[in-house]
């Protein structure tokens, strides 16, 4: 029975020890040579003071240490912190101070980008560099070789702790509706049982190469590996950088699975694939925002053997829901039904569940609820709640998750997506905090008052525009304000409009009018409303 996440690895090398478990440019890596790997990872972790339970951050691109990292930690007992590789240094700080990072794992010029802020980090006492080079050195964080790790001992030579399922595993980090991103806590059980279940659904088996072009930040990125890991299947690691890329890595590899987003998928759609690169593609799948109808066809014509599947997916609850490619010419704007091992239900104002046709809140339970907020009480008191009709007799509490997005089901139970019931924007795959652009345009000084809003775009979901009253009587310095949000914030957050206005709109309660601002500028990006399909 299988209840930590290395597990997945263990059970893969003890049952086919040469096959290929990873893939990056034109190194192949076994599931034997790469458990042999992640138990020197994870001695040398334990050599270097971790504890059941500490953090370690792992802040690189995709590579074979990337996921040694992962799995290491885990088997080690501890807790891995995966950190997206186009964040800029405020918000990687903000991450390692939040969940009091001991370990990161990272490269020389990504740790000399957080000089000096590093003194504020109490909590980090190791640096380990996968390039690291001699006269690397330092005390605050100590800097230890990623070579020199893995030979403090030989395979197998060690105990580690014994986890169970409820145990901590890993810390993605998720922008909220207000202020810095919050740390969702996932347990072994979260990860085995999300493997277990979308691999169920998507049919993946140890034929499969499944590419894995998402963060691995990102919780349908990581959702890659454990799929893929979870079957015994390969999993082929691309940092992805032009869309031509991807088309090659389909063809050389003969890629049989791909999940994307949104904006990754019309790339891909304006590719020209005759030459049939596509073939091998067994299925693909969408998440993260919504799919035009006319781009699903066409990514059907360029795939002609592979099943769509359009998902939605919740960092709280690692993976919710997914249409049955059999229902996609039917309901192409609808995002299925939950998958295996979970239940959604569509909740109103009052708690109660909602008719058919009526609008309410998603709520996740099941296996796949995560442990809440990392040090977060307030947050995971809004987020996570009592799961509705729960008998009174049954002793105890369920938490369930509540989304915070608006759905509808209809009378077979197909769920479709209607909104949010707060600020958040959804760009590109990603859930980003209104506040957390206002805070980085504030800090330029340059504008009295400041609203961030989401706008309809066709390729990103939603696109950012920035609403400002400018201080003093000069015109809105947007040159300063765009630089800094460049500085300060990763490309996905960086505005795409901005707007000046002598006053902002309030609502009655004497807030900023933000729907009226929507409602306003809804047409700033002149796009055509599409049919769409949801992920």
Not at 317 to 325: C, N
């Amino acid at each position: 029975m299988i209840q930590s996440l290395h597990e997945f690895v263990l059970r893969a090398e003890r049952q086919r020890p040469q096959a290929t478990a990873v893939v990056i440019k034109d190194r192949q890596v076994s599931y034997g040579e790469l458990w042999a790997e992640i138990e020197r990872a994870a001695a040398g972790l334990s050599d270097l003071g971790i504890a059941r339970g500490e953090r370690i951050g792992v802040w690189l691109d995709k590579r074979i240490e990337t996921i040694t990292a992962f799995f290491g930690a885990s088997l080690a007992g501890a807790v891995f912190v995966p950190i997206n590789p186009i964040l800029r240094p405020p918000q990687v700080l903000h991450i390692l101070k939040d969940c009091n990072v001991r370990i990161l794992i990272t490269s020389r010029d990504r740790l000399q980008s957080l000089d000096p802020a590093l003194a504020e980090c109490h909590d980090l006492k190791f640096a380990v560099l996968v390039d690291a080079r001699e006269g690397d050195g330092g005390t605050a964080p100590q800097v230890v070789d990623w070579a020199a790790l893995q030979a403090v001992a030989a395979p197998g030579s060690q105990r580690h702790p014994r986890v169970i399922d409820l145990d901590m595993a890993a810390i993605l980090y998720t922008s909220g509706s207000t202020g810095s991103p919050k740390g969702v806590v996932l347990s072994h059980r979260n990860l085995v049982v999300g493997g277990q279940s979308v691999s169920h659904y998507l049919e993946n088996g140890p034929h499969d190469r499944i590419l894995s072009a998402l963060p691995l930040s990102f919780d349908a990125g990581l959702s890659q590996v454990t799929t893929a890991f979870c079957v015994g299947a390969r999993l082929i690691l691309l940092n992805y950088l032009m869309a031509r890329d991807l088309k090659r890595i389909c063809a050389k590899e003969e890629v049989t699975g791909l999940t994307g987003v949104p904006p990754l998928w019309f790339q891909v759609g304006e590719l020209d694939w005759s030459d049939g690169a596509g073939q091998s593609m067994r299925y693909f799948a969408n998440t993260g925002g919504h799919m035009p109808l006319a781009l699903l066809q066409r990514l059907r014509r360029i795939f002609p053997k592979a099943k769509p599947y359009l998902m939605y997916g919740l960092t709280e609850a690692f993976r919710s829901t997914y249409l049955d490619p059999a229902e996609v010419d039917r309901r192409p704007d609808s995002i299925g039904k939950a998958i295996p091992n979970a239940e959604i239900l569509v909740v109103n104002g009052q708690g109660k569940l909602c008719a058919p046709g009526e609008e309410g809140e998603l709520v996740h339970r099941g296996a796949l609820v995560s442990l809440g907020y990392w040090n977060d009480p307030a947050r995971t008191a809004e987020r996570f709640r009592p799961a509705p009709g729960r008998p009174p007799e049954l002793p105890g509490e369920e938490l369930a998750v509540w989304s915070g997005d608006i759905v509808r089901a209809d009378a077979e139970g197909f769920l479709y997506y209607v909104g949010r019931r707060d600020d958040m924007i959804k760009t590109s795959g990603y859930r980003v905090s209104s506040t957390e652009i206002e805070e980085v345009v504030y800090a330029t000084d340059c504008v009295e008052e400041v609203a961030a809003i989401g706008l309809p775009h066709a390729k990103l979901g939603q696109a950012i525009a920035v609403v400002a009253k400018p201080r003093g009587r000069g015109p809105l310095a947007e040159a300063e304000i765009l630089a800094a949000c460049r500085r300060d914030l990763p490309l996905y957050m960086v505005p795409a409009l901005f707007v000046e206005r002598a006053e902002l709109p309030r609502n009655p309660n004497g807030k900023i009018d933000r729907q009226a601002l929507a409602h306003e500028l809804a047409g700033a990006f002149d796009l055509p409303r599409q049919e769409t399909g949801t992920g």
